[in-house]
């Protein structure tokens, strides 16, 4: 998991990327963000996650809490002009958002199919895919 986690508060122990390559967070190229997303998507404390890296004195390097430091960079300049509760509350929202019927892959938020947690809907078929390489349902 990322190192700098360990000086950090008790949310931490839930971290998803605590099993994980911390190498994978820190990519050379931007473009290779996309294992770390994964991981992140389906992390419990990913609001806490993102809100630790708003609220440090400088953007930190690599992914985190789902959101890549160019990300971060445009988060922060909306914190500054209104406050990162207003920024977390908005990120938290899109999480959620109802309007949304279907997952990135295209499987349906439907009852059998959606987890959800902490505000966040989380697509069954994708974890699953994940986990164990099944074939899309
Ligand atoms: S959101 Fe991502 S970077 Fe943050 S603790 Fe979870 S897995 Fe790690
Ligand atoms: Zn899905």
Redesign the pocket.
Known sequence: ??DE?SLHPAW?KA????Q?DPER?FPEKAANNDQ?MR??ED?P??FE??RDALEQKDNPEG????TTKRRRTILRKQAEKSSVDEVMEMIRAQAAKPTQTHCKRNHPFDEYNTRVYRGSRICRACQRQRRYGEVAV
């Open positions: 998991m990322n986690f931490t971290a998803a990327c605590r994980v967070f770390a991981v992140c992390c404390v990913r996650c993102l992914v985190w809490g789902c």
